[in-house]
């Protein structure tokens, strides 16, 4: 079975897309087959993914307008007897083993009729099939490319769409920034996961016979990922340190108590497994080894947009793409060590999500 994880936090801005982009493409590089779902309708991944070509794969008279997951699953949600079928992913610009899923608009326009579905507990035999018809496209998907880990993107909200796909998701990775608000956002996040537990726990078995049955379990922790700050000597600027410290704290004392209460981590063992693979100096908290903390991303501005015109992530930028670019003198040197920095923790935090979530 493939590895599903979800990319998740309700706080906006904290990096999700890109961090989903940057973890399947360097799961491809591990030699993995790596699908990206995008459940976000603002479809950033997509067209992060896809590159130039995006809006093409939209366009009315492409033959592949209708290859996405909302088009996929609609003929279900609007009582069509017409069955979910499988078609040809793309793949990434530049990197033919990372497929997408690519997301659409409208999808957004499903969460009422899921929501109505998840309240009437499958007592309606029309909404039956709704809960588990985002798990029937992904899975086709991945048996017909092969996938060995779906990473999924999904939109900044607590509502019925993102517990659907919490719920059909095997591990979750929380993204997040050292700001108040995402300090805040953990108390919800705990909150929100509870109850979505709870409601599966009640009433999920009444979609097990469905045509397009809900599968049992849901996503477990699997870490939290820093970004966005600023660096000092090579480390989290003081004030940027001090807020990140503040969300390791809030994570360690109530997030993952709150989890383990709702069976959503992982054993003990597979985090100290985790923990063991070493972070570079950067990317680590400089004070102790966290548990539940995959790595502190630090802000390569410069290299980070560089590495977008080139249709590719940071870690991904070859000599060859900077003397394309003309770049010389120390503006080549910095974005070289940048590239550098940022392929050991994206390769660091791979191994990580590897270790945990295949610990037996």
């Known amino acids: 079975m493939p590895h599903r994880i979800l990319l998740f936090n309700h706080k906006g801005g904290v990096g999700k897309t890109t961090s989903a982009y940057n973890i399947g ?6 030699g993995y087959r790596v699908l990206l779902v995008d459940g976000d309708s603002q479809v950033n991944l997509t067209a ?6 995006f809006e093409d794969y939209y366009a009315e008279n492409s033959n592949t307008r209708l290859n996405n997951i909302y088009d996929a699953v609609r003929p279900v949600f609007e009582g069509r007897p017409q069955p979910i079928e499988g078609f040809t992913c793309p793949t990434a610009e530049n990197n033919p083993n990372l497929y997408i899923l690519p997301g659409h608009p409208d999808l957004s326009a499903l969460e009422g009729q899921i929501s109505l579905a998840q309240e009437t507990r499958g007592t309606l035999s029309v909404t039956k099939n709704l809960p588990g018809a985002l798990h029937r496209i992904i899975s086709i998907l991945e048996g017909v490319h092969n996938i060995d880990y779906s990473i999924i993107d999904i939109n900044p909200g607590l509502g019925a769409l993102n517990q659907n796909f919490f ?9 997040t920034n050292p700001d108040p608000f995402s300090l805040m956002s953990l108390k919800t996040l705990g909150l929100e996961i509870e109850k979505w537990v709870n409601w599966k726990e009640k009433f999920g078995s009444a979609f097990f016979d469905a045509t397009y049955p809900l599968p049992e379990g849901w996503a477990k922790f699997v870490g939290a990922l820093h970004s966005r700050f600023n660096r000092h000597k090579s480390k989290a600027a003081g004030r940027y340190h001090e807020r990140l410290t ?7 004392e109530e997030f993952v108590p709150r989890l383990v209460s709702a069976n959503c981590v992982f054993k003990k063992q597979a985090y100290e497994e985790g923990a063991k693979i070493q972070l570079p100096e950067a990317a680590a908290d400089p004070e102790r080894i966290r548990l539940y903390a995959l790595a502190r991303i630090p802000d390569f501005a410069q290299a980070s947009h560089i590495a977008s015109e080139l249709g590719k992530p940071v870690f991904s930028v ?9 770049l010389r003198g120390n503006v080549k040197t910095s974005v070289q060590q940048n590239v ?14 590897i270790a945990i979530v295949n610990y037996d």
């Open 25 to 30: 493409w360097k799961l491809t590089q591990k």
């Open 48 to 53: 992060r993914a896809l590159g130039e070509g």
């Open 167 to 175: 719920m059909i998701s095997g591990a979750f990775i929380v993204p």
């Open 246 to 252: 503040q969300i390791d704290n809030r994570i360690e």
């Open 318 to 326: 070859s000599d060859s793409d900077l003397r394309q670019l003309d």
């Open 340 to 353: 550098e920095t940022f392929d050991k923790i994206f390769d660091a935090v791979c191994d990580k999500i």
